[in-house]
C-alpha cells in the first residue's frame, strides 16, 4: 500500500516506535476488506496481477499514508499510484514477441482472476537481488485490521 524511501537503520529507536504505534492505532480503524484481482497478465517489466481499487483501499491508503505522517516520515513517502497488484515474475532483460505471446497464452491457461481478502497489515523489508532477479521480503511487524 506504502514504499517508504528509507531503510531500517535510518531510524532510531524512537521514530521506530512512534512508526510502530501510529500504525498500531489506525490499523484498528480500517475494516478488512476484498480485492478482486484479474489474470496475471504482461506489463513493461513484471508479469503482474491488477486489482480493483474498491474504495476501502484507498481509504487503507490514505489512513496509513497518515499514520506514517503523523509519526514523522512524510519526507520518506513515495509518489503515487498506490493501486492494488501483487507481482507474479519480474522480468530481467527483453524477451521477443513470440516469448511474449507464449507467456500470454500460459497464463491464460493457468492462472484465473480470483479475490483475496485484505485483513492485516503487514510492514515489510525488502532486499532486491539484481543477479536473481528477484526481491525478498522480510517480515516485521503486522497488525490486524478492525481490531
Not at 490514505?62 to 513517502?77: F, H
Request: aromatic letters at 10%; a negative charge.
Amino acid at each position: 500500500m506504502q514504499r517508504l524511501d528509507l531503510y531500517r537503520e535510518d531510524l532510531d529507536q524512537v521514530a521506530w516506535k512512534r512508526m510502530l504505534e501510529s500504525l498500531g492505532r489506525v490499523s484498528s480503524s480500517i475494516d478488512p476488506f476484498s480485492i478482486h484481482f484479474a489474470r496475471p497478465c504482461i506489463r513493461d517489466t513484471a508479469v503482474e496481477a491488477l486489482g480493483e481499487p474498491v474504495a476501502q483501499w484507498q481509504k487503507a491508503v490514505a489512513a496509513i499514508r497518515g499514520a506514517l505522517c503523523s509519526a514523522g516520515l512524510e519526507s520518506a513517502l513515495t509518489d503515487e499510484p498506490f493501486g492494488p497488484h501483487y507481482t507474479f515474475a519480474y522480468c530481467r532483460k527483453d524477451t521477443s514477441p513470440s516469448q511474449d505471446a507464449r507467456l500470454a497464452e500460459d497464463l491464460k491457461r493457468n492462472c484465473e482472476p480470483h479475490t483475496w481478502q485484505v485483513n492485516t497489515i503487514y510492514l515489510v523489508a525488502v532486499k532486491q537481488y539484481l543477479d536473481e532477479g528477484v526481491f525478498r521480503f522480510e517480515r516485521l511487524h503486522c497488525w490486524p485490521l478492525g481490531i
